[in-house]
């Protein structure tokens, strides 16, 4: 049955209205996934089909889209973002608003939907902060079969070498691809996500099987000379060896 939804992000950002803009309209991949950059004007056109119904740079940007393509499980996906100055223009405060049209299974899509949306507005910050307009090299991609069970996303830490009580904040060295150990900040981590800062890439693990899908991984490589290819190449290879353990 079809049921609209709406779910508010917000946060406050150590970078500039316009960085955060930016990182909105034209930095997509070094936090979210890349996009088309959208026409800059009210009625352009808009990443994946959608209208801008607002266009008010570095303050308020509104895109709309119907029938979205390529998700069955909804008719209608809108995207808001508000970005205000704070402490003189120095910070940002930021209000993300996503809504739309589920036509089935409402609670289990936003669920999911509501808890990716928070983790995707913490790599905002986290690219922002760290790693503002540098290229990016982006791979996202899904797990095996065997990563859809219901303790999938704690054998992905395991495989990590964390602690079930590291926390967010943590300094820590975990277990890469090829047996490369990793120096990292555990930026972020639930038990629904992971998130990996180094020196030069974040990486982000999606405990989507918690919403009958398979685990996942992204990474934002931002590397002089990153290869995303290799990149995919690599965490797949962890990815399948850690379950197929």
């Avoid at 991949?29 to 088309?36: I, K, Q, V």
């Avoid at 959208?38 to 570095?58: A, H, M, V």
């Avoid at 090829?178 to 990996?196: S, T």
Wanted: with cysteine; net charge negative; glycine share 10%.
């Amino acid at each position: 049955m079809s049921k609209e939804f709406e779910i508010v992000c917000e946060t406050e950002i150590d970078a500039t209205p316009e960085e955060v803009w930016e990182a909105f309209t034209n930095g997509t991949g070094g936090w979210l996934w890349p996009m088309e950059a959208p026409e800059p004007r009210e009625g352009g056109k808009g990443p994946f089909g959608s209208t801008i119904t607002t266009w008010d740079p570095p303050h308020r940007y509104v895109n709309r889209v119907e029938d979205v393509d390529g998700i069955s499980e909804q008719t209608l996906n809108q995207l808001d973002y508000t970005v205000e100055p704070r402490d003189g223009g120095k910070r940002a405060w930021v209000r993300y608003v996503h809504s739309g049209i589920f036509v089935d299974d409402w609670d289990n899509q936003y669920d999911g939907a509501s808890r990716h949306n928070d983790f995707y507005l913490h790599t905002l910050r986290e690219y922002v902060t760290h790693f503002a307009r540098r290229p990016v090299a982006f791979t996202t991609f899904d797990g095996p079969e065997a990563s859809t069970t219901p303790d999938a996303f704690t054998t992905v830490g395991r495989a990590l070498g964390l602690a079930q009580d590291t926390e967010a904040g943590a300094r820590v060295r975990v277990q890469g691809p090829d047996g490369q150990l990793l120096d990292a900040v555990v930026d972020f981590r639930n038990p629904y996500f992971i998130g990996l800062r180094t020196g030069d890439a974040l990486i982000r693990f999606f405990g989507r099987n918690h919403w009958g899908a398979p685990v996942g991984i992204s990474v934002h490589d931002f590397a002089a000379g990153a290869d995303a290819q290799a990149d995919e190449l690599a965490w797949k290879g962890w990815l399948n060896a850690a379950f197929a353990a």
